[in-house]
């Protein structure tokens, strides 16, 4: 599938359709106008009509489908997701009639069920439908029918902890679409690509419902993200250079002289320096028995190294690897070594 944007000036379409038909006429590939439309306001309907006329193709509709995710206009709601439904339902249904043992549920669940809405968690926040789907799950998983209802023992989101927590070690989806939204966030704070750039321009600018679903899983991702210091320009707030988390999550208002502080701003000390000197020590400490961190191992990068290293908590920014980990997650994890600069 081909997007074009154009403008609808009668000589740029007529300029467009020359391309388009050079490049059947040399290539053997021809376009086929059954399955392609075009998106045009439905007041201009004058234009419109000259787009139909030079192309032959139909006028499309928001919303539509392109690369099995939904592209519309306007808030996003559940019934763009419908389709979603349906095919789990459909899935549901050719196995409900027949007569499984809870293994052969188990493993419907774990292989087929569970899969069929990964592709689309990872462009859209559907965690609505992702909750009715898990209803769904449990209503299987229990053999549950219109006509016969048994007893549901144990909460969905208990099942799937480890099978070391009493869990059957199902894939949560609710924690596979968080897990979804925290390599977003990785790729965005981390990445170098044009996309990373701007994403990282138009964020602040924009509202959307990707945005918000991002916020919703910002703590738990900042809190998992170690900063190995090695030139201290990264943020002494909003960086977790400590072990504690970032700092401005429980040090309440942050004093609006410094907003921007950097780490080796912040401490000033050189080379062997007891941390008990530094300007802001004495609440860290109050923090870190509040979190009842006993031991904080520090180790010296070497200072020529150029630029911050950033860990994540599993070593691993991948969505297997944090999705078992998820319920496992209790409060902050912590690091076994925080890394701080020579400050020369």
Same mark, same amino acid.
């Given at each position: 599938?081909?997007? @074009?944007?154009?403008?609808? +000036?009668?000589?740029?379409?007529?300029?467009?359709?020359?391309?388009? =038909? *050079? #490049? *059947?006429? #040399?290539?053997? /590939?021809?376009?086929?106008?059954? &399955?392609?439309?075009?998106?045009?306001?439905?007041?201009?309907?004058?234009?419109?009509?000259?787009?139909?006329?030079?192309?032959?193709?139909? &006028?499309?509709?928001?919303?539509?489908? #392109?690369?099995?995710?939904?592209?519309?206009? $306007?808030?996003?709601?559940?019934?763009?997701?419908? !389709?979603?439904?349906?095919?789990?339902?459909?899935?549901?249904?050719?196995?409900?009639?027949r007569i499984l043992s809870s293994g052969g549920?188990?493993?419907?669940?774990?292989?087929?069920?569970? %899969?069929?809405?990964?592709?689309?968690?990872?462009?859209?926040?559907?965690?609505?439908?992702?909750?009715?789907?898990?209803?769904?799950?449990?209503?299987?998983?229990?053999?549950?029918?219109?006509?016969?209802?048994?007893?549901?023992?144990?909460?969905?989101?208990?099942?799937?902890?480890?099978?070391? *927590?009493?869990?059957?070690?199902?894939?949560?989806?609710?924690?596979?679409?968080?897990?979804?939204?925290?390599?977003?966030?990785?790729?965005?704070?981390?990445?170098?690509?044009?996309?990373?750039?701007?994403?990282?321009?138009?964020?602040?600018? =924009?509202?959307?419902?990707?945005?918000? %679903?991002?916020?919703?899983?910002?703590?738990?991702?900042?809190?998992?993200?170690c900063i190995q210091v090695n030139n201290g320009?990264? %943020?002494? +707030? #909003?960086?977790? +250079?400590?072990?504690?988390?970032?700092?401005?999550y429980y040090w309440g208002d942050i004093p609006?002289?410094?907003?921007?502080?950097?780490?080796?701003?912040?401490?000033?000390?050189?080379? $062997?320096?007891?941390?008990?000197? +530094?300007?802001? @020590?004495?609440?860290? !400490?109050?923090?870190?028995?509040?979190?009842?961190?006993?031991? @904080?191992?520090?180790?010296?990068?070497?200072?020529?190294?150029?630029? *911050?290293?950033?860990?994540?908590?599993?070593?691993?920014?991948?969505?297997?690897?944090?999705?078992? !980990?998820?319920? /496992?997650?209790? $409060?902050?994890?912590?690091?076994?070594?925080?890394?701080?600069?020579?400050?020369?």
């Open positions: 599938m081909i997007w @074009w944007f154009f403008p609808t +000036w009668k000589k740029t379409l007529m300029a467009l359709h020359k391309t388009i =038909t *050079e #490049y *059947e006429k #040399y290539s053997g /590939q021809l376009i086929n106008k059954q &399955k392609s439309f075009y998106l045009i306001s439905k007041h201009d309907v004058h234009n419109s009509n000259v787009v139909n006329h030079i192309f032959q193709i139909t &006028k499309g509709y928001f919303p539509f489908t #392109y690369l099995g995710a939904n592209i519309h206009t $306007g808030r996003t709601l559940n019934a763009h997701f419908d !389709h979603i439904l349906t095919n789990f339902d459909n899935k549901l249904a050719g196995w409900k009639h549920r188990m493993i419907l669940i774990n292989h087929v069920l569970n %899969s069929l809405p990964l592709y689309h968690m990872t462009v859209s926040p559907i965690t609505t439908v992702v909750r009715n789907m898990e209803r769904k799950l449990a209503n299987f998983l229990w053999d549950n029918k219109i006509d016969h209802k048994r007893p549901i023992w144990r909460k969905w989101a208990r099942i799937c902890y480890p099978d070391s *927590e009493n869990g059957l070690g199902f894939r949560s989806l609710i924690h596979i679409q968080r897990t979804f939204f925290m390599k977003i966030l990785w790729k965005r704070n981390n990445g170098k690509g044009i996309w990373a750039s701007w994403v990282n321009f138009i964020k602040d600018t =924009t509202r959307s419902i990707m945005n918000n %679903s991002l916020a919703f899983v910002r703590q738990t991702f900042d809190n998992n993200c320009n990264s %943020s002494f +707030w #909003y960086s977790n +250079w400590s072990n504690l988390g970032p700092l401005y609006l002289t410094d907003p921007n502080l950097a780490i080796k701003e912040a401490m000033p000390g050189i080379a $062997g320096l007891s941390i008990q000197h +530094w300007k802001y @020590w004495p609440k860290i !400490h109050k923090i870190r028995k509040k979190l009842r961190i006993n031991t @904080w191992t520090i180790s010296l990068t070497h200072p020529k190294v150029n630029g *911050e290293a950033v860990f994540f908590a599993y070593h691993s920014m991948s969505i297997k690897t944090n999705s078992h !980990h998820f319920n /496992q997650f209790v $409060g902050i994890l912590k690091f076994d070594v925080v890394s701080f600069p020579y400050v020369l």
